[in-house]
């Protein structure tokens, strides 16, 4: 039976950055990441937004992991020739009741030490940077950008895998036994069923992950809420033209006794340039493999027109749908060893902004919650 010292599960950004990390410290050979798609991208990290977040909006972990992803991912993309978008972000405020949030997002923002921060209170400065936007104020960020996601992924596994990790693509973990020196895994790839041995692991499995965790040790109470996010999309051309992406006022929700913290419909130029990503709507799935697109082109419209007046309804079309691991007790990252096994680290809520904040994730674990000390 195989051993390895280290297995992650899941090759999302955050299981194939984690395992980058970790191969640079220790002999990669001994690493493992299983994935049970055999394509990348097929969960959280190939259906987001794309947008590599300044921190305007977070607290806690998620804020100190997203200022630091940024400036990680930003060096990241220059190495490896990932496609990066770096022109920022407007927030606009609609009206003067709406620029006393903008103003707030400002004062929390400055606190957070959030870099490149700037409130524009001067609408004709607004048309410069965006012609085709209405707005009575904004906020600029200039460490906003948006990414080719699909390809940072690729960057990330060819990385790994030629630190000398072994990433097995179409792997499916069924189970994880806990013994006295660490785990044995049992695998399915095809009809094919295996057992492997690892002295730790690390649970990287995104919407699955609670699942694993009560795999490993049922004590485990972690819940998670599969959020959809739903998107259309417009031509990015002529008068509909934008350089950057343009978000609203952020709001939150009440929805089966929970809060949902929402950062509006928002316009995000897709990294080709051509298109206009339009979303997310965020609604509660009806579980986590809901990837039906149910929301009305209509509701999108209505959604954008105050402050992108040129749009019309038959300028949208339907776009995709990704499913966001939030987790229903906390709306912070949790990364934590389990209660019974230290040599097991659960990831669990890594919902926006986990692509940014990937590589600063696999930081983290490394320095402060290592499985193997
Ligand atoms: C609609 C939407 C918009 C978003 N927008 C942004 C954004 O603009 N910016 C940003 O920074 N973040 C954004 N996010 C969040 C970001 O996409 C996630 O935080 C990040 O991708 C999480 O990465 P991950 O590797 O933890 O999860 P995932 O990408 O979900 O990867 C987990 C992997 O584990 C695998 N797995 C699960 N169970 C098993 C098992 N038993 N055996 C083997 N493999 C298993 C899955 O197949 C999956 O590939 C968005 C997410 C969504 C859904």
Redesign the pocket.
């Known amino acids: 039976m195989e051993e390895f010292l280290l297995t992650i ?9 984690t395992a980058r990390e970790f191969s640079r410290h220790i002999s990669p050979e001994k690493i493992l990441v ?4 055999s394509h ?14 300044s921190g305007l909006y977070d607290e806690g972990l998620k804020l100190k992991l ?1 200022l630091r ?1 940024n400036s990680l991912l930003r060096s990241f993309c220059h190495d490896y020739q990932v496609p990066l978008e770096t022109e920022g972000k407007i927030v606009v405020a609609k009206d003067k009741e709406e620029d006393k949030i903008l103003e707030q997002l400002l004062h929390k923002a400055t606190q957070n030490g959030v870099p490149e921060i700037i409130k524009i209170n001067d609408t004709k400065r607004i048309k410069e940077l965006e012609p085709n936007v209405n707005a009575y104020s904004a906020l600029f960020s200039g460490t906003t950008g948006v ?1 080719d ?1 699909m390809a940072y992924l690729q960057a990330l596994l060819q990385q790994t895998e030629k630190n000398g990790v072994y990433v097995l693509l179409g ?4 189970d994880i036994k806990p013994k006295q020196d660490g785990f044995t895994i049992s ?1 399915q790839q095809r009809n094919e069923t295996y057992n492997i041995q690892t002295k730790a692991v690390i649970n ?6 609670e ?2 965790a009560r795999n490993i040790n049922p004590n485990n109470l972690f819940e998670t809420v599969p ?5 259309a999309v417009a031509k990015n051309k002529d008068n509909l033209q934008i350089k950057r992406s343009i978000y609203p006022l952020p709001w939150s929700f009440e929805q089966e006794g929970r809060t949902f913290y929402d950062l509006g419909v928002h316009l ?1 130029p897709t990294i080709a340039g051509n298109e206009i990503r339009i ?2 709507v ?1 609604k509660v799935a009806a579980s986590k493999k809901d990837y039906q697109h149910d929301v009305s082109l209509d509701f999108f419209y209505e959604r954008i027109v105050g402050y992108f007046p040129n749009i019309r309804r038959e300028d949208l079309r339907e776009g ?6 939030e987790e229903r007790n906390t709306h912070d990252f949790i990364i934590e060893p389990d209660k019974n096994f230290n040599n097991c680290i659960h ?1 669990v809520g ?9 590589l600063a ?1 696999g930081e983290y674990i490394w320095k402060n919650c290592n499985p193997l000390i």
Do not use: D, F, M, W
């Open positions: 599960v899941g090759g999302g950004a955050v299981g194939l950055a299983l994935e049970r798609h990348l991208g097929q969960e959280q990290s190939g259906r987001s937004s794309e947008v590599v977040h997203c992803g990414i996601s792997t499916n973990v069924t695998l990287a499995a995104g919407l699955s992950a699942e694993l959020v959809k996010g739903l998107y995000t979303g997310p965020i995709h749908v990704g499913i966001l691991a990831l890594i919902e926006s902004p986990g692509l940014t904040s990937s994730i």
